[in-house]
DNA sequence: TGTTTGTGCTACGCTACAGTAGCGTAGCAG
DNA sequence: CTGCTACGCTACTGTAGCGTAGCACAAACA
């Protein structure tokens, strides 16, 4: 919760080794993923003691949330004018955080780990919808601007671009061009149609 | 190396107990995840005895490739005569993987796996290789059939198809619909365009 | 300046797990 | 029937990691 964040004027010493603690937490998670993430070896790498880390968090879990939650990026998207001008906008902002750290070294092993954790389960559940929100947006403005179908499922739509680039970063691994980006847009648009359909 | 396992008449106890610990690691994986696939836990489950895992494979590592490896489908790739048909059969049996135990439990954990673990990486790298092969096919004999451009890329055609799949199963968690899988279908054949473009 | 509060440090106890050694036994094949 | 081989079992060693207790010190604060 942010409220402990903004509400009394803490000590600097505490915020000082919390910031600390999860910035090395994220370097963990980023270079050697979450087996790595002990305790311990945040400990060792933030300089602060492990007895300090269980004054702050109750138990590791609850260090390695904090970890994640303080680098979940926010969705940006501007009103380009055009739907096309829009979902590309919003491509090229998904790709630059699935191949820059320390989003992009973290989300395959958020994605195994929510499958057994239901905190992460949310946390990533929360990831993904504030990645599609930009899409349900762009569409809404192309609706309204008579550009594309009143019909049109924004669902469909960010399923459409959001997949092959997850798939890009999680299955096969290729590096995710301005080629690859502009043809899948292009994909996408095509299947909208116009006002018409 | 698959030489062991045709060469000799092997003793029925040795096939027995491979099959059995084998069996509980998949069990395992699929249930709990990589976390809880301990050598421990994999004797306790199958009834085989620690010692008697160590007897066969030289390492914990190496009896969770040898699960993994166990259970990796091969990908089908009937030529229905159009592509679309050809691609509405590979969809719904890459659905049917990614919905389904035991391979549906496993490709997140699998995924996270990859990125830290090289052995794991490359069958993973293998299984994806896999997956998009019956794609190029199907786009081979579309155009061969000059149903569509020979210029078609066809990994472009398996990103498009693979990617919200794999979305819906480890972002979005979304059950994979008929529909769904109709509309991607669609989305895909809608990029193709005709032989002339 | 004195008091409070956060930290570092050492030293724990506990559990889980990897991997090994040696012995006795049971199943297999000739 | 006999030798061979795989197996189960117990008992280890060693390590890694979680989480805690208590004390001395130092920084913040009034």
Tied chains: 1, 2.
Excluded: N
Excluded at 46 to 53: E, F, L, M, Y
Excluded at 106 to 124: F, N, S
């Amino acid at each position: 919760m942010a409220e402990q964040v903004s509400r009394d004027p803490v000590d600097p010493r505490v915020t000082r080794s919390r910031r600390l603690i999860l910035e090395a937490a994220v370097a963990l998670l980023v270079e050697r993923g979450f087996g790595a993430a002990t305790v311990e070896a945040i400990s060792a790498r933030s300089g602060v003691a492990k007895t300090t880390i269980y004054r702050h968090w109750p138990d590791k879990e609850a260090v390695l949330r904090s970890a994640v939650e303080s680098i979940v990026p926010t969705a940006t998207a501007p009103d380009t004018g055009s739907v096309r001008g829009d979902l590309t906008h919003f491509a090229e902002d998904l790709a630059r955080i699935l191949t820059t750290p320390p989003t992009s070294a973290l989300i395959p092993g958020l994605v195994a780990a929510a499958e057994h954790d239901t905190g992460l389960g949310r946390l990533l559940a929360e990831f993904t919808a504030g990645r599609r929100r930009p899409v349900h947006d762009a569409v809404a403005r192309g609706v309204e601007r008579g550009e594309i179908s009143a019909g049109t499922d924004p669902e469909a739509v960010a399923e459409l671009l959001l997949g092959p680039l997850f798939y890009r970063r999680l299955l096969s691994r290729m590096p995710v061009t301005a080629e690859m980006i502009e043809r899948t847009v292009e994909a996408v648009e095509c299947t909208l149609g116009g006002p018409s359909r």
